[in-house]
């Protein structure tokens, strides 16, 4: 963990100073985390530049090389391009449905993730949870559209007859690649999380705190949180790149690979911090912050009643 002071300092010289420092060439993000050096991750907050391609100092114009430090907080500079994640790999088909495993939409064909599941703040139902890319991928998308589990990208075995949700919200902002499906009543949705046990509430990502995930392609997965506040260009979207701000970047090997968005990045106490969505060279996850994202589809991880207890309640009354 680390100083939450020196993390506020860096987090306003972020602000403060982010639109000059991304209009040096080859930016792709600038956030807030911790510096590295000589490819060891230390203790010393600094403001992260992230670049699609590093050079040497020798190669660049003098009006192109980046400050070394702000206002006496380090500037790190990282080679990282991002991409969000496209359809690849399999995963298999449960009953009942669990968090981590494959899924998409018809429409779009492919697979990504099930993050896992929440509750609607209006009718309280449960819903599978993903992102904007998996469950719906286009600007044109439609409420209604059929999600299916497994998914049919990369091998996956997913077929229209494979039938689990329907699309209800979606969002793409500069904050958020979200989305929730409303369950069909094909198949339940239990409240785990595949190899990673009970999904919890709301947690927050600490600097330097472990974070794990259940994604459809790396399974199971241990990572660090080494940027809490990123802006970055990602990649892959219909418009080409898409900015996004106060993003979370995550650490660790094999921390997210193509297949893997969706998932939920979970403290070890099981509680959500944040929804993954993008990637850089595997060893890097970028995540929408799980606060902004239950705010946007209006759902929460605590209050509802699943789909399993009402037929259960269903079944009871009759009898």
């Known amino acids: 963990m680390t100083d939450e002071v020196s993390v506020r300092r860096a ?45 040497p100092v020798a190669e660049l114009a003098p009006q192109d090389v980046l400050p070394s430090e702000v206002d006496g907080v380090p500037v790190d500079v990282i080679e990282a391009r991002w991409v969000v994640h496209d359809v690849a790999d399999h995963r298999a088909r449960h009953n009942p449905m669990i968090g981590g495993i494959s899924v998409g939409n018809v429409v779009l064909g492919g697979s990504g993730t099930i993050g896992g599941s929440v509750f609607d703040n209006r009718s309280q139902e449960d819903m599978i949870l993903s992102n904007w890319h998996v469950l719906c991928g286009r600007n044109d998308c439609a409420t209604g559209e059929t999600v299916i589990q497994p998914g049919n990208g990369g091998g996956d075995t997913g077929t229209a007859a494979d039938i689990v949700a329907r699309l209800h919200r979606a969002a793409l ?31 927050e990502a600490a600097l330097g705190g472990d974070v794990r995930k259940s994604g459809r392609t790396t399974g199971a997965t241990i990572a660090t949180v080494t940027d809490l506040s990123a802006d970055v260009d990602v990649d892959g979207y219909p418009e080409g790149t898409h900015h996004f701000r106060n993003q979370l970047i995550i650490e660790g090997t094999d921390a997210s690979l193509p297949g893997d968005s969706g998932s939920l990045w979970v403290d070890d106490a099981g509680r959500a911090v944040g929804l993954n969505f993008a990637g850089s060279g595997g060893e890097r996850a970028i995540a929408n912050r799980i606060d902004a994202v239950l705010a946007e589809l209006d759902v929460n991880l605590t209050r509802g009643i699943t789909q399993q207890a009402v037929v259960a309640t269903m079944s009871a009354t009759m009898n």
Request: with cysteine; hydrophobic share 40%; charged share 30%.
């Open 173 to 203: 902002t500069d904050e958020v690649d979200c989305a929730v499906a409303r369950l069909s009543g094909h198949r339940f949705l239990i409240r785990d999380l595949l190899e990673q046990g009970p999904l919890g509430g709301v947690g």
């Open 11 to 55: 987090q306003r010289l972020k602000e403060a100073n982010a639109e000059r420092l991304r209009r040096f060439p080859n930016v792709t993000g600038v956030g807030v985390g911790l510096q590295e050096v000589g490819g060891r991750r230390t203790s010393t907050v600094a403001i992260r530049v992230y670049v699609a391609r590093k050079l």
